[in-house]
């Protein structure tokens, strides 16, 4: 199992470029999350989906949108990109019900804008 | 709301000595959950260990131990003999249990602690 992966791994945009960031996990989970991280911040939640065709808001939603069309994938897009959205881009996931569970997190996308 | 801090930003001990990172959490719910994870420098974030709002027992786990307080709202972190290795940010999280209409188990993580451990 690959467990969860992000592509890519790093990126550069222009100001007003916009982009989509990919995850993906093939651990049948239900709910999957984009965290942003910022030195300093620890992590913060940006969308989450608890299940295919769902998105909802977290923390820090602004200028992002997110889509879960299929279970296994949970896409994250910048539309218009800005210096402040300069971060670690962190996507997790985790199994339906079991109150316990913890989220596997992929590896992380370093995205620049200029 | 739901609030995790991580009041030391950051910690430099030197290898053997035991160190512990100290988590407070904040939360108007009954039931919630506890994480702690690890980021190495390599980036990713490593799972160590989950702690339910109803089982304050302490834990071990090798040179790792963890202390869960109700009374106190912490969640501290301790290890032992530190190494080279533990070297890394560490981060303490809270979830929130099941919410009416729909559970999401969001994290709400606090904002780190860096950890140095030199030789």
């Known amino acids: 199992n690959a467990g969860v992966t992000q592509t890519p791994k790093f990126r550069v945009l222009k100001t007003g470029q916009s982009m989509t960031l990919l995850c993906a996990q093939d651990m049948n989970h239900e709910y999957m999350y984009w965290y942003r991280q910022d030195p300093g911040m620890g992590l913060r939640l940006i969308h989450y989906s608890v299940g295919e065709g769902t998105t909802a808001k977290g923390e820090v939603p602004d200028g992002y949108n997110v889509s879960r069309l299929k279970k296994q994938n949970f896409l994250l897009g910048l539309e218009s990109a800005a210096p402040s959205q300069t971060s670690v881009y962190f996507c997790?996931?985790?199994?339906?019900?079991?109150?316990?569970?913890?989220?596997?997190f992929g590896p992380g996308t370093r995205l620049t804008v200029l | 709301a739901q609030k995790v801090t991580q009041a030391q930003t950051e910690i430099s001990v030197v290898e053997k000595e035991d160190v512990t990172l100290d988590c407070v959490y904040e939360t108007r719910d009954t039931t919630y959950y506890l994480f702690w994870y690890k980021q190495p420098p390599s980036g990713e974030l490593v799972f160590l260990i989950r702690r339910n709002s109803f089982d304050e027992q302490n834990e071990i786990s090798g040179r790792y131990s963890w202390n869960f307080q109700k009374s106190t709202s912490s969640f501290n972190f301790t290890i032992t003999a530190s190494q080279v290795v533990d070297s890394a940010v560490y981060f303490c999280?809270?979830?929130?249990?099941?919410?009416?209409?729909?559970?999401?188990?969001?994290?709400?993580f606090g904002k780190g602690t860096l950890l140095t451990v030199n030789p």
């Open positions: 997790a996931s985790r199994e339906a019900g079991g109150t316990y569970n913890e989220q596997f």
């Open positions: 999280a809270l979830s929130e249990a099941a919410i009416r209409g729909g559970s999401n188990y969001k994290l709400t």
